[in-house]
């Protein structure tokens, strides 16, 4: 008969072998943007990327100038 040891060091080894081979690793949550850095966004008008902190917004869209977003100058 297999002893309770064997049992148990068996056990052990098979944990071991799924967390080295199988065991997912954990994606890590994605960092907000770092200072200094803008987020890119495409006009609505022309597809032109253009920095947040630049872009001009109309009605929650963003546009890359008053021209794209029909504004008078």
Known sequence: MISIGKLLVLALLLVGVYFLFFRKPRKKPKAPPKHGEETLTPC??????????????????????????????
């Open 44 to 73: 609505e008008a022309c597809g032109t990327y253009v920095s947040h902190g630049e872009a001009v917004i109309k009605d929650g869209r963003f546009f890359c100038s008053k021209s794209c977003a029909k504004l008078p100058r």
